[in-house]
Nanobody, 126 residues
């Protein structure tokens, strides 16, 4: 099983980035996927997640990113994406994706993740 986040980089405040999470060795039909971030000196924060179903899936967003970030996925490519708009310096962090073998097709969350990927660094300058 492997999850690999990519797409990070440096951007000015107000800009956008699209992160990708390439998933291998597991099926998005069976796993919910979540995005987390961790800034230096801060705790890891769950920011968005998407449930495992192909249709009528559930998405969640943390308060800090609600309305600015959008999570999506492509089951055919085994990819999960995080579109990040209106980026601010406080969004600077290492971003990770993780998978949860949930049995609830209408659930996603930020606890008890089964697999983690390596992160990708996002730096937002003012």
């Amino acid at each position: 099983v492997q999850l690999q986040a990519s797409g990070g980089g440096s951007v000015q405040a107000g800009g956008s980035l699209r992160l990708s999470c390439a998933v291998s060795g597991l099926s998005l039909d069976l796993y919910a996927v979540s995005w987390f971030r961790q800034a230096p000196g801060k705790e890891r924060e769950g920011i968005s997640c998407i449930s495992k179903t192909r249709l009528r899936y559930v998405t969640k967003y943390g308060e800090s990113v609600q309305g600015r970030f959008t999570i999506s996925k492509d089951h055919t490519k085994n990819m999960v994406y995080l579109q990040m708009n209106s980026l601010q310096p406080e969004d600077s962090a290492v971003y990770y994706c993780a998978a949860d073998r949930t049995h609830n097709s209408r659930y996603c969350g930020f606890d008890d993740m089964n697999y983690w990927g390596k992160g990708t660094l996002v730096t937002v300058s003012s």
